[in-house]
């Protein structure tokens, strides 16, 4: 826990550069890493250098996978050095495993080529006149963002961020093809003023016809997004009155979106998702108590002797089950920091892509899931729901 709080600190100053040295592990192949932040092709990305004696890899990652490879470097080298535009950081980790961390103010005068000095070009900027930013009460009347509703407006941009890496590989397809139609399932809308964002995003900004129909169980709810998409002339935005479970969607089914849909729905969502074969997968979970009330580990008793620690790994253990479940069932998944910790412990969300996945990973995620349900003995609605494909797996 203690590297992780100084890798968080880290990564929240927006390292510009970092260096492993002083290698720990004599069996690692790599002598020295570097991790410089980068543009390419307009994306923020890190550039991995690898060096052996005679060469150099290379590898780009997304600034969500940082904060793993961090950690899984410090495994291998004793010393770090990282540099943002304001702080330089340095830990070392001694032969007892004891971790020394310093931070100072950054003195150089020496200006650091990032644009993190610049201002973030978000997907939807200041200056648009977005119907649903303005009622919503994050934008003015004349497209200026509202002080108090910055934070809002970021993490807004950071889930239509989370879905633009993906729709980026597909856009060509759908603006040659004007006939070609990108459909959209949303669980448990709510007040929708997100479906109304991404509505926005697709047909204004990436000019991508879509259809999008949003689900929820309260009836005023639906009654009042309907006015709200016909207010805004989103002819092709609908909202219908139903329950995740069981809902019967009749068109092929590209991309299903479910946020902070409470315990165990999620899992009827996913399912759902599966079951229709759609393309992408973008969930948030909210509360998870499933595991938390079943959970009976044999040998690491620590984890369920204190109620908060064993709430919270609960809650990170369903999540990595669902995404190993989700691997299973052919999708390309990740784990990504949706917002900010400090803005929200539910920050958690589940990118899966449709893709071709090996028998053998399908096989390696189903034994990682056997591997923690032998130990902890608890139940998960996602893998009981679809156990009998999984069992397939196994065989």
């Known amino acids: 826990m203690e590297l992780y709080k100084y890798i968080s600190e880290i990564i929240s100053a927006d390292p510009i550069r970092i260096v492993f040295s002083n290698k720990s592990n004599k069996e690692y192949k790599y002598n020295k890493v570097k991790i410089n932040f980068a543009q390419i092709k307009d ?178 709810v639906i009654k009042n997004c309907n006015k709200i998409a016909e207010s805004y002339g989103y002819n092709n935005l609908k909202f219908e009155l139903g329950d995740i479970n069981g809902y019967k969607y009749e068109n092929n089914l590209d991309m299903v979106i479910t946020l902070h849909a409470c315990d165990t729905a999620t899992d009827y969502a996913l399912f759902n998702a599966i079951n229709w074969n759609a393309k992408m997968i973008f969930s948030v979970p909210c509360c998870q108590h499933e595991i938390n009330s079943t959970m009976k580990p044999e040998k690491l008793k620590l984890i369920s002797k204190y109620g908060i620690i064993q709430e919270r790994v609960s809650a990170l253990f369903t999540d990595s089950i669902r995404a190993n479940i989700l691997e299973c069932m052919g999708y390309k998944t990740q784990l990504l920091e949706f917002i900010d910790i400090a803005h929200s412990p539910k920050n958690i969300l589940i990118r899966a892509v449709k893709s071709n996945v090996s028998e053998a990973k399908k096989k390696r995620s189903l034994e990682e899931i056997e591997a923690m349900k032998n130990e902890f003995k608890f139940e998960q609605t996602l893998y009981s729901l679809l156990r009998e494909r999984l069992e397939d797996i196994k065989k």
């Open 43 to 220: 994306r923020n990305l890190y550039q991995v250098e690898k060096f052996t004696d005679k060469q150099v890899f290379h590898e780009n990652i997304e600034k969500e996978e940082l904060a793993s490879v961090i950690e899984g470097m410090m495994k291998n080298f004793k010393q770090m050095a990282s540099i943002s535009a304001e702080y330089n950081f340095d830990m070392r980790i001694s032969k007892k495993g004891k971790i020394f961390f310093s931070k100072h103010a950054q003195t150089n005068n020496i200006k650091l080529k990032s644009s993190h000095n610049k201002k973030k070009n978000y997907i939807l900027q200041e200056g648009m006149i977005i119907p649903p930013l303005i009622d919503l009460g994050v934008f003015t009347k004349e497209g200026k963002v509202i002080n108090s509703k910055y934070d809002k407006f970021k993490q807004i941009n950071r889930f239509v961020e989370i879905i633009d890496d993906e729709i980026k590989k597909i856009e060509k397809d759908y603006c040659e093809d004007r006939e070609k139609v990108l459909h959209i399932l949303d669980f448990g809308c709510g007040k929708s003023y997100l479906t109304f964002i991404l509505y926005y995003y697709f047909t204004e900004i990436k000019k991508i016809n879509v259809k999008i129909t949003g689900l929820d169980l309260k009836e005023d």
